[in-house]
């Protein structure tokens, strides 16, 4: 009997053995899947981006249907990938685009957020990769509007939440809700607003689009910065991306990108 006890006894430390080395060899796989781990991503070894996905050039879906491309899309995808990261978006209405972030459902916003004091208030902003001025447009030939003073009792289509959204309010419009960059141009073409105030380079690639369009700008801001946008407890991703950034200023992906969109780099 106590022969048997014995061999029993040496068959379960032995298996013990085996079930320690298994879970011993696979801890490395464990440890790859948490890749990012000290950045605090919503998912381990994944980017999660908000975006509208309806804001041509910088966030659309080719031929309407197609993949999610565009500029800023492509310089998420770059920084992830210089990360080490995989990247996954996620998209919503801009009006809800910093609730989510906020909620924790994504890690990041790419859409051309542009630095205010109000938003730095709130939030974390990588290095800008957009320079451009806002602009005023109407349809051709409207002479009553030729500065943002011009905007007062007049009628603006806007998302409320945008930074165009208070250029307008500032200037004295009345601001007309809309979801977004088509919605307000296809108003002010219908003539139910007077005017909408957008990024110069969605107004310009509009015109790219639809070279029959009788819009015109009829005044401009000094340039603006668009960049990333985090909360504030995201400081470690902060600075890697802001580190990714600057090796793809370097390396010109970033100028290569804008050239791809725009003819142009329109990082500075």
Known sequence: MSRARTILGLAAASAAVLALAACSSSAPEASDDAAGDEF????????????????????????????????????AEAVADELGLKVEFQETQWDAIFAGLESGRSDVIANQVSINPEREEKYLFSSPYTVSPSVVVVNEGDTSITSFDDLAGKTTAQSLTSNFYQL???AGANVESVEGWAQA???????????????????LDYLKQNPDAKLEVAAETDPTQSALAFTKDKTALVKAVDEALDTLRADGTIAEIGEKYFGADVSE
Do not use: C
């Not at 908000?50 to 910088?58: N, S």
């Not at 141009?185 to 380079?201: H, I, P």
């Open 40 to 75: 605090g991503l919503v998912k381990a070894g994944t980017l999660t981006v908000a975006t509208e996905g309806t804001y041509r050039p910088f966030t659309y879906h080719d031929e309407g249907s197609g993949d999610l491309v565009g500029y800023d899309v492509e310089i």
């Open 168 to 170: 307008a309010v500032d």
């Open 185 to 203: 141009v296809a108003l002010l073409e219908q003539g139910r607003v007077d005017a909408t105030v957008n990024d110069k380079l969605t107004y």
